[in-house]
């Protein structure tokens, strides 16, 4: 019979020395599913081992008798399924009568690695609320599992079979709100929160819609404003950062929020950014916002040319997003943006491009990513048909600022590069472009604040990690590595030095025509 179920997160450990400057977030996907079961009257832990590395005598107190009865359901990104394959591993070594269950983004894309693996048993494949349930009830009544809607497992003759897609979930109140309680709140960052899920676009980069589909689902004003409280009032957080991958996808459900948030005059207390795209706003939405403690607002450019942006099927033009920054600074937003290099067809000129537009949108932060493949995205799949796509063991390599956080001599490949362009040379003006653009006091400046800003850029130093002797070698080894990396590349890729020369001398390509009329328009 199972009796305790321990939802874990295993450490991303890409990031190396930058990783202690982001902010560390509550793990959102299983404590929901913790909490999830513990209404229906199970046994719940949640590990999260970026905090702490469990030993084998802690899991043997934990799980004793072999671990008869008990469940591990782990959670994996692609940059992190390393991390998840070997603390199953030493499961199943310490207690090898558990039942370990993975899921997440990239188990749901892969379902086939973890069971080949020999690390689960089960995985779910997408959300997981009534996936979990019903496979319990299963296990309890010696039903078999393989065939489950969501569930991919092996047969018992060892086949591996793959039951149909379980249906989305449509209402996300029908669920408990996350469990503050299950967690030391000391550990992390609590000015972060998610309100909806899914997004109704199909960008051919991004992995999350093997969870959510193209379903766009939120929660009712109560429930938001009931978490923002706690947050406020027993958190005591200053600014908070809405997560979702899409804030502003319904303008009704986003002016009740606001005005209910003015009502109970959080705002007051609080200041707040949202993720969101920037063809979906206007000038109404913006004030309403504005004037309910929202300050900041991230966006997606991903690059600076029209031809690369159709490709990728955002949906979404240039010139649209530059209207959207646009108009929010005009209602005194502070604006950020996260630009892709490396689409397939993308060539230099492009990525001076996106260096040019960055500078004269007049974004306050942005970050330059490699651009990642991951499994479960239609990328994946034109970068393996291409046959350039470059997979290192335990996907090491899939790591969206790779080329910016790798180590010295670690010989970090990037798994995609476009035709015409080289790895060194990729790599190095991601580099150049995150250096270059805060080139300029008043940007760096605010890499450094007092507090921390609802922010969707993520890294940020502040004054009290600033008097930390530790957080400063740290900070200043990263930036040393940083540099000594853009120095190889520049020394060995012709490209990189074209790339610096131009920046250098301000004579960047010129952007594309309905780009600099939609700079001009408002």
């Known amino acids: 019979m199972v009796n305790q179920i321990i939802f874990v997160s295993p450490p991303n450990l890409q990031l190396g020395h930058f990783h202690s400057f982001l902010p560390r977030a509550v793990p959102f996907g299983v404590g929901l599913l913790a909490a999830r079961m513990r209404a229906l009257g199970e046994q719940v832990q949640l590990w999260?081992?970026?905090?702490?590395?469990?030993?084998?005598?802690?899991?043997?107190?934990?799980?004793?008798?072999?671990?008869?009865?008990?469940?591990?359901?782990?959670?994996?990104?692609?940059?992190?399924?390393?991390?998840?394959?070997?603390?199953?591993?030493?499961?199943?070594?310490?207690?090898?009568?558990?039942?370990?269950?993975?899921?997440?983004?990239?188990?749901?894309?892969?379902?086939?690695?973890?069971?080949?693996?020999?690390c689960a048993d089960v995985v779910v494949r997408g959300e997981g609320e009534e996936v979990i349930p019903e496979l319990l009830m299963r296990w309890r009544n010696y039903k078999e599992v393989a065939g489950q809607p969501g569930v991919s497992c092996r047969d018992a003759s060892g086949q591996i079979i793959h039951g149909p897609s379980a249906p989305p979930i449509r209402d996300l109140d029908a669920y408990p709100p996350f469990p503050y309680d299950l967690i030391d709140l000391s550990k992390y960052h609590l000015g972060l929160i998610q309100t909806s899920r899914g997004c109704p676009y199909n960008c051919i980069f991004c992995s999350q819609r093997v969870i959510t589909g193209r379903h766009y689902r939120y929660h009712k004003t109560e429930r938001v404003i009931s978490e923002l409280e706690f947050l406020v009032n027993h958190c005591h957080q200053t600014s908070i950062m809405f997560v979702d991958d899409f804030f502003t996808a319904d303008h009704q459900r986003v002016t009740e929020l606001c005005g209910e948030i003015r009502r109970r005059r959080l705002h007051e207390k609080v200041c707040f950014g949202a993720q969101t795209r920037a063809d979906k706003l206007d000038r109404k939405i913006l004030r309403e916002m504005r004037s309910s403690g929202f300050e900041n607002l991230s966006f997606g450019f991903e690059t600076a040319s029209e031809a690369i942006m159709t490709l990728i099927d955002k949906k979404e033009t240039i010139a649209e997003i530059v209207r959207g920054v646009q108009l929010a600074r005009q209602e005194d937003f502070n604006v950020e943006g996260v630009f892709i290099f490396g689409f397939p067809g993308e060539t230099i000129e492009d990525r001076l491009r996106c260096f040019r537009l960055a500078r004269e949108v007049g974004l306050g932060r942005v970050r330059f990513n490699n651009v990642i493949p991951y499994p479960g995205c239609r990328l994946f799949n034109m970068a393996k048909k291409e046959g350039r796509l470059t997979v290192r063991k335990n996907w090491s390599n899939f790591n969206s600022a790779g080329a910016v956080s790798s180590r010295l001599g670690s010989n970090y490949v990037l798994p995609y590069v476009p035709e015409g362009t080289k790895d060194g040379a990729l790599q190095g003006d991601v580099l150049l472009a995150n250096i270059l653009?805060?080139?300029?006091?008043?940007?760096?400046?605010?890499?450094?604040?007092?507090?921390?800003?609802?922010?969707?850029?993520?890294?940020?130093?502040?004054?009290?990690?600033?008097?930390?002797?530790?957080?400063?070698?740290?900070?200043?080894?990263?930036?040393?590595?940083?540099?000594?990396?853009?120095?190889?590349?520049?020394?060995?890729?012709?490209?990189?030095?074209?790339?610096?020369?131009?920046?250098?001398?301000?004579?960047?390509?010129?952007?594309?025509?309905?780009?600099?009329?939609?700079l001009k328009e408002i």
């Open 437 to 518: 653009f805060y080139f300029d006091l008043r940007k760096l400046a605010k890499m450094v604040t007092p507090k921390r800003e609802p922010s969707g850029i993520g890294f940020e130093l502040t004054f009290r990690q600033l008097l930390k002797p530790v957080k400063i070698a740290c900070f200043v080894f990263a930036i040393a590595t940083m540099l000594l990396r853009t120095l190889w590349f520049l020394l060995t890729q012709k490209e990189c030095r074209r790339f610096l020369w131009l920046i250098l001398i301000r004579r960047l390509p010129e952007l594309e025509l309905p780009v600099r009329e939609a």
């Open 48 to 118: 999260d081992l970026e905090l702490h590395n469990y030993s084998d005598d802690e899991i043997m107190r934990v799980v004793p008798d072999g671990g008869a009865g008990v469940i591990f359901g782990i959670s994996c990104m692609t940059p992190n399924a390393a991390q998840g394959y070997a603390f199953a591993r030493r499961i199943r070594q310490i207690a090898p009568a558990v039942r370990i269950v993975f899921g997440g983004i990239h188990p749901s894309a892969v379902p086939e690695e973890p069971l080949l693996e020999g």
